[in-house]
Antibody
Framework: QVQLMESGGGVVQPGRSLRLSCAAS????????MNWVRQAPGKGLEWVAV????????YYADSVKGRFTISRDNSKNTVYLQMNSLRAEDTAVYYC??????????????WGQGTRVTVSS | EIVLTQSPGTLSLSPGERATLSCRAS???????LAWYQQKPGQAPRLLIS???SRATAIPDRISGSGSGTDFTLTISRLEPEDFAVYYC?????????FGQGTKLEIK
């Protein structure tokens, strides 16, 4: 069965960095684009970034562009989110999500359980 | 980016009643690539509807989606206790993908 498991969250000071990981299993990972979506405490969902199946194409929300980098290692079935210059407003639960069918233009049919990031001094 | 506005913010209904949730887009959603998700406290979102009206796997037929262009609706015909949750719409036809702010469906 499809499983997505995020890790790497924690408490970090403003301006510092953190790298999140999402380990995938149960499907052919290197044929699927992958997304990160976040949810601030008590708030709605915000799409963060997407990476193509081969890692070549990457797109970001304006709110994280230039600070966050999405990447993947298909040999490890893992997608990453490198978060630099963190701000208080980046505090959220971060989910990785798989697009149905594998392409960008697809809804997210599987989600991880999320990893919590708190940016605070 | 395409802004999605959901209404109402909160909907208070009783089990057995019909729920109608709205999602309006600031511009036409490409190919009607509009999805609905359900989220319960402490859980990840769950895909209910894609392509505006196609039910996802294992979603009961009392849950349906409709609409096109800029106006979309999620309908739950007969509310069950497990339906009380927060619902989000998402457009995935144009990057950046965007979500509505959510509708909380609560027990009256």
């Amino acid at each position: 069965q499809v499983q997505l498991m995020e890790s790497g969250g924690g408490v970090v000071q403003p301006g510092r960095s953190l790298r999140l990981s999402c380990a995938a299993s149960g499907f052919i990972f290197n044929t699927y684009a992958m997304n990160w979506v976040r949810q601030a405490p008590g708030k709605g969902l915000e799409w963060v970034a997407v990476i193509s199946y081969d890692g070549i194409n990457k797109y970001y929300a304006d709110s994280v562009k230039g600070r966050f980098t999405i990447s993947r290692d298909n040999s490890k079935n893992t997608v990453y989110l490198q978060m630099n210059s963190l701000r208080a407003e980046d505090t959220a639960v971060y989910y990785c999500a798989r697009p149905k069918g594998g392409n960008y233009g697809a809804p997210f049919d599987y989600w991880g359980q999320g990893t919590r990031v708190t940016v605070s001094s | 980016e395409i802004v999605l506005t959901q209404s109402p913010g909160t909907l208070s209904l009783s089990p057995g009643e019909r729920a109608t949730l709205s999602c309006r887009a600031s511009q036409s959603v490409s190919n009607n690539y509009l999805a609905w998700y359900q989220q319960k406290p402490g859980q990840a979102p769950r895909l209910l509807i894609s392509g505006a009206s196609s039910r996802a796997t294992a979603i009961p037929d009392r849950i349906s989606g409709s609409g096109s262009g800029t106006d979309f609706t999620l309908t739950i015909s007969r509310l069950e206790p497990e339906d009380f949750a927060v619902y989000y719409c998402q457009q995935y036809g144009t990057l950046p993908s965007t979500f509505g702010q959510g509708t909380k469906l609560e027990i009256k």
